[in-house]
Antibody
Framework: EVQLLESGGGLVQAGGSLRLSCTASGFSFRTYGMAWVRQAPGKGLDWVSGIGDSVGESSMYYADSVKGRFTISRDNSKNLLYLQMNSLRPEDTAVYYC????????????????WGQGTLVTVSS | DIVMTQSPDSLAVSLGERATINCKSSQSILYSGNNKNFLAWYQQRPGQPPKLLIYWASTRESGVPDRFSGSESGTDFTLTISSLQAEDVAVYYCQQYHSTPITFGPGTRLEI
């Protein structure tokens, strides 16, 4: 069974940093792309970042809203996905979901077939 | 950017009746190489993460009940629930993965 477990969320002041982690199990982590998708309270889904599999690991994508502030990475030896978030803003407040990405093209594009329960990030002003 | 719109914003359907949710992309999301539309549908029940229902516009994910179906016509896409069950109460999102930025529709809330 595919399992994705996010951690690292919390309350941080604007301008601060957080690192989210996602522990994957139940599948061959290195052979899948991965993604972070967020959902602000009471709002819809917002694609944040994606990363390719071990072959296309250099393939990454960032939404314009987080480019230059967030960094996605993965450790295939530990089945871990990360999202380093710097220069956080109040508008980054959201539940951040880790998702397994079925790759369909370049720039870590695809759809998500498994999702974690999410971790809440709250950025205070 | 490709803008995804959905209609209606919310929908109330009686148990056992058909529910239809529409999604429209602002430009073609068809890949001519395989003649497939790069569109997925997700269900998000209250307090839960999203769940994949449909990909490639009409391919049902493994384990998804066959009362869920997806159809397409140009840049118009439809998710149909043939006979609504109580557990189908959720918000439904469409997503295009043809081009970056990957974008979601705003969601359609389905109630009994």
């Amino acid at each position: 069974e595919v399992q994705l477990l996010e951690s690292g969320g919390g309350l941080v002041q604007a301008g601060g940093s957080l690192r989210l982690s996602c522990t994957a199990s139940g599948f061959s982590f290195r052979t899948y792309g991965m993604a972070w998708v967020r959902q602000a309270p009471g709002k819809g889904l917002d694609w944040v970042s994606g990363i390719g599999d071990s072959v296309g690991e250099s393939s990454m994508y960032y939404a314009d809203s987080v480019k230059g502030r967030f960094t996605i990475s993965r450790d295939n030896s530990k089945n871990l996905l990360y999202l380093q978030m710097n220069s956080l803003r109040p508008e980054d407040t959201a539940v951040y979901y880790c998702a397994r990405l079925i790759l369909t093209g370049s720039h870590a594009r695809g759809y998500c077939d498994s999702w974690g329960q999410g971790t809440l990030v709250t950025v205070s002003s | 950017d490709i803008v995804m719109t959905q209609s209606p914003d919310s929908l109330a359907v009686s148990l056992g009746e058909r529910a239809t949710i529409n999604c429209k992309s602002s430009q073609s999301i068809l890949y001519s190489g395989n003649n497939k539309n790069f569109l997925a549908w997700y269900q998000q029940r209250p307090g839960q993460p999203p769940k994949l229902l449909i990909y490639w516009a009409s391919t049902r994910e493994s384990g998804v009940p066959d009362r869920f179906s997806g159809s397409e016509s140009g840049t118009d896409f439809t998710l149909t629930i043939s006979s609504l069950q109580a557990e189908d109460v959720a918000v439904y999102y469409c997503q295009q993965y043809h081009s970056t930025p990957i974008t979601f529709g705003p969601g359609t809330r389905l109630e009994i």
